[in-house]
């Protein structure tokens, strides 16, 4: 049983700074992307950002130079350093993970419960 466990998630005044932390637990054989989804209320699950098993990162243009994206593959655990907040990144932050359990099996996605993030104004 594989599970994703975000934490971090909290209240911050506009300009303020989080850290999310997502760590993955269970049978893992081999986890390659990982990312960071956020909804909104009303809005649509959207990207924020990801990171291959390698290093490369990828960023929404809203958060490009606010955002870092960061994983420590030891610890199968992925964060993300969000600076500069805004009132309009409040939403509920998602972690996401593309792995697989055994050597033979199949790439298959799994997500956190979410960890909500609200940036007063």
């Known amino acids: 049983q594989v599970q994703l466990v975000e934490s971090g998630g909290g209240l911050v005044q506009a300009g303020g700074s989080l850290r999310l932390s997502c760590a993955a637990s269970?049978?893992?054989?081999?986890?390659?992307?990982m990312g960071w989804y956020r909804q909104a209320p009303g809005k649509q699950r959207e990207l924020v950002a990801i990171?291959?098993?390698?290093?490369?990162?990828n960023y929404a243009d809203s958060v490009k130079g606010r955002f870092t994206i960061s994983r420590d593959n030891a610890k199968n655990t992925v964060y993300m350093q969000m600076n500069t907040l805004k009132p309009e990144d409040t939403a509920v932050y998602y972690c996401?993970?593309?792995?697989?359990?055994?050597?033979?099996?199949?790439?298959?996605?799994?997500w956190g419960q979410g960890t909500q993030v609200t940036v007063s104004s």
């Open positions: 269970g049978s893992i054989f081999s986890i390659n992307t």
């Open positions: 990171i291959t098993k390698g290093g490369r990162t």
């Open positions: 996401s993970a593309d792995l697989q359990v055994t050597r033979y099996s199949s790439i298959d996605n799994y």
